[in-house]
């Protein structure tokens, strides 16, 4: 009887595997002695390090069942079936380098998928058949590149592996080709496979840069430190400062912010403290916060000595150049106390220039501030921004007219 090809291939790699034990090949830790690697085992080589770093299954003499795996340039999909159970994860992964020094390491989540993944999982594969096709070596037609992504394929059990990568499939013109593609988008659209990296992309700290694929990197700076001259008319000398930090596993961002300022001669002082948190339940298009402040002032007016405080809690959005706010503002004078509507306004034309403005509606009088800041386009190594900052407020029917200067370090 005539042995059919795919025996006496088999054969003649049995062969060849013989030859290596015997000669001293080396023979990749990730196999069994007793497998036969075929098809694209250059690429596969590239696979390995990946698979002992997300401790995926090793295929060692022990191993008995089947085993498929595909992978991009930041996920993997792991199938195993054995006689006593059939189990699927994914991993996301992504390189992280710092900005310092520019060492990378690997960042990665590893979950198990559910039975309905799995389940699906096998089916597209049972539809689709990408164990039948060749690699991409072995298709004429297959054009290659640099840019763009590679998948690989993998299909091993106790005796064989067959590895297979492909470059770009959505840019070849070929059956095989088409064939893919229709397996790829199938399968991010039932597992949701890109969902589940933007969740773990969403997760990761907001720290140096990270590798996205082959050519996209996304960098985090560091938020910078604003410092700078805020003074009135009435209150000549002061300072303001800045900070924002990202909170509660990056989803929310707070800012803080301070001013001191105060006269020598007449001994005024104005001090705020505010604190202001975004991204509370709008985190898109249109973002959310929550701001609350408090101000302690003495001032002279009609030559008498005023103590004044506010207790202030807003709650408002941003959406585009747009900015509105809504709360309570809470100012004890002396031994009186009144709560007013407090109401804030933003709008921002162009990136160099935006105009607010700020009131305190009480029963008796309305006190209020109005101002703009000025963006001058600046960016170096010291100074990454600065803002000038001109304004006006009326309070206890006392008019000021103030300045800031802000820079960004």
């Given at each position: 009887?005539?042995?059919?090809?795919?025996?006496?291939?088999?054969?003649?790699?049995?062969?060849?595997?013989?030859?290596?034990?015997?000669?001293?090949?080396?023979?990749?830790?990730?196999?069994?002695?007793?497998?036969?690697?075929?098809?694209?085992?250059?690429?596969?080589?590239?696979?390995?390090?990946?698979?002992?770093?997300?401790?995926?299954?090793?295929?060692?003499?022990?191993?008995?069942?089947?085993?498929?795996?595909?992978?991009?340039?930041?996920?993997?999909?792991?199938?195993?079936?054995?006689?006593?159970?059939?189990e699927a994860r994914l991993v996301n992964y992504i390189h992280h380098y710092k900005r310092k020094n520019y060492k990378s390491n690997l960042v990665y989540s590893k979950i198990n998928?559910?039975?309905?993944?799995?389940?699906?999982?096998?089916?597209?594969?049972?539809?689709?058949?990408?164990?039948?096709?060749?690699?991409?070596?072995?298709?004429?037609?297959?054009?290659?590149?640099?840019?763009?992504a590679t998948y690989t394929f993998?299909?091993?059990?106790?005796?064989?592996?067959?590895?297979?990568?492909?470059?770009?499939?959505?840019?070849q013109h070929s059956a095989e080709a088409q064939q893919l593609r229709d397996f790829i988008n199938q399968l991010d659209d039932s597992l949701g496979l890109t969902s589940h990296f933007d969740q773990f992309k969403q997760s990761l700290?907001?720290?140096?840069?990270?590798?996205?694929?082959?050519?996209?990197?996304?960098c985090y700076h560091r938020s910078p430190l604003?410092?700078?001259?805020?003074?009135?008319?009435?209150?000549?000398?002061?300072?303001?400062?800045?900070?924002?930090?990202?909170?509660?596993?990056?989803?929310?961002?707070?800012?803080?912010?301070?001013?001191?300022?105060?006269?020598?001669?007449?001994k005024n002082y104005d001090i705020l403290l505010e604190a202001h948190l975004s991204k509370l339940l709008l985190k898109q298009k249109t973002v959310d916060f929550l701001a609350t402040g408090y101000r302690k002032r003495k001032l002279e007016i009609d030559s008498g000595t005023v103590h004044a405080q506010n207790l202030q809690l807003m709650y408002g959005v941003s959406y585009k150049k747009i900015t509105l706010g809504l709360g309570a503002d809470h100012l004890t004078v002396a031994l009186d106390k009144i709560l007013g509507v407090r109401i804030h306004g933003?709008?921002?034309?162009?990136?160099?220039?935006?105009?607010?403005?700020?009131?305190?509606?009480?029963?008796?009088?309305?006190?209020?501030?109005?101002g703009m800041n000025i963006y001058p386009n600046i960016n170096n190594f010291f100074v990454k921004n600065i803002a000038i900052e001109l304004f006006t407020e009326r309070f206890l029917k006392q008019q000021q007219y103030g300045v800031g200067l802000t820079f960004g370090l």
């Open positions: 009887m005539r042995k059919s090809a795919s025996s006496y291939i088999l054969s003649v790699l049995q062969k060849i595997s013989l030859l290596c034990l015997i000669f001293g090949c080396k023979v990749s830790p990730s196999f069994s002695q007793n497998q036969i690697l075929i098809g694209d085992s250059v690429s596969y080589e590239r696979f390995i390090p990946l698979i002992k770093h997300f401790k995926l299954t090793s295929l060692q003499d022990t191993f008995r069942g089947e085993l498929f795996r595909y992978g991009d340039q930041n996920q993997i999909i792991e199938l195993v079936k054995t006689d006593v159970k059939t998928l559910s039975i309905k993944d799995v389940e699906m999982l096998e089916y597209l594969l049972h539809k689709y058949r990408i164990d039948t096709l060749p690699s991409q070596k072995d298709i004429k037609t297959w054009q290659r590149g640099a840019d763009g993998e299909f091993s059990n106790s005796k064989q592996t067959k590895i297979a990568s492909y470059w770009s499939p959505e840019s700290p907001h720290k140096g840069c990270y590798l996205i694929g082959n050519m996209m990197t996304i604003y410092i700078g001259y805020s003074a009135t008319n009435t209150s000549p000398i002061g300072y303001s400062l800045s900070k924002g930090f990202p909170v509660f596993q990056n989803k929310n961002y707070l800012m803080l912010h301070a001013h001191h300022r105060f006269s020598k001669q007449q933003t709008y921002q034309p162009w990136k160099f220039l935006n105009v607010y403005g700020k009131t305190s509606i009480f029963n008796s009088r309305t006190d209020y501030e109005l």
